[in-house]
């Protein structure tokens, strides 16, 4: 046996030992039981884009989709001039305007502006800009789903976690959604207020960083900073529609729901032990949901 071979077999030895070792002395700890996430049934989560009449306030365009039978609904916030935390489903006003150089009554007058140039409306366009507060008043049977679209390294970004805190607390909504972001230190933030009595998504990185400890077998070592995945099919290489990957997050007590535009995947989806789907095509899901 040459000195590579004994050296392998060694350091191979070794990380046997420590695998063992760990498995011994760290145990996992599942997260607590959060009620927003408690549904007797597989949730179906609508991400509303835009209105489909211009001419219908966003609000009704919202009541119109929860009349279908959802359960909630995703969204995406960034936080005004004057602070208020502002939900956009059209995502042209994001790229046009920059969210946070405007209060809250001079974006719905530019949204007006940009549709009397552009001449594809007479409606008053104003009314496709709602607050997050419109929507958590207007729907308090339902789950949201609130993504923080600001950065942490801009000031709104950097006070928009207190304000959320704040108006979740006012609203006593702190039991009906769940808190998320692409930045994981924004969700990091939030918590510093929320202290885990809130509903937390997992960021970016918290969802690579559990499936590398899965796939490397130290998912033992993996200790859960949020109580729900919000996953796509694939990510890069990551595919996350696998059935040892949501069993290992099941058992973590994390939810686990999957992103889907169309239902040609959906039925591989449901066959795992899943909680729901977040989609843009509420009829549809939800027309296949209750037909299986």
């Not at 392998?8 to 607590?32: C, D, F, I, Q, Y």
């Not at 000031?155 to 928009?160: D, F, N, T, V, W």
């Not at 933030?189 to 130290?218: D, H, M, P, T, W």
Request: glycine share 4%.
């Amino acid at each position: 046996m040459g000195r590579k071979t004994k050296v392998a077999l060694t350091v191979g030895a070794a990380s046997v030992a420590a695998w063992a070792a760990s498995k011994v002395v760290v145990k996992s700890e599942p997260r607590a039981e959060k009620k927003a996430l408690q549904f007797s049934e597989l949730a179906v989560v609508a991400d509303v884009h835009i209105a489909d009449d211009s001419s219908v306030h966003l609000l009704s365009s919202y009541t119109n989709v929860a009349d279908l039978g959802v359960h909630g609904f995703a969204v995406d916030v960034q936080l005004t001039k004057d602070e208020e935390i502002l939900l956009v489903p059209c995502t042209d006003l994001l790229y046009s305007i920059e969210i946070a150089d405007y209060t809250l009554a001079e974006i719905k007058d530019e949204y007006d502006m940009d549709a009397d140039q552009s001449h594809e409306s007479t409606a008053d366009c104003s009314s496709q800009i709602i607050s997050l507060r419109e929507l958590l008043e207007k729907f308090p049977q339902l789950l949201i789903i609130i993504s923080i679209s600001d950065s942490p390294d801009t000031y709104e970004g950097s006070l928009i976690p207190s304000k959320m805190w704040r108006l979740l607390k006012e609203l006593d909504a702190a039991e009906r959604v769940v808190v998320t972001s692409l930045y994981d230190e924004q969700i990091d933030r939030f918590n510093l207020y929320a202290q885990n009595s809130v509903a937390l998504g997992a960021g970016s990185e918290e969802i690579k960083k559990a499936y590398v400890a899965y796939s490397s077998g130290f998912g033992h070592l993996y200790k859960p900073t949020a109580d729900l995945f919000c996953l796509p099919e694939k990510f890069g290489v990551f595919p996350f529609a696998s059935e040892g990957f949501v069993n290992f997050l099941k058992q973590l007590n994390i939810h686990v729901f999957y992103e889907v535009s169309d239902t040609s995947t959906m039925q591989k989806l449901a066959k795992l032990d899943i909680d729901g789907f977040i989609t843009s095509t509420p009829d549809e899901v939800l027309t296949y949901c209750n037909q299986n």
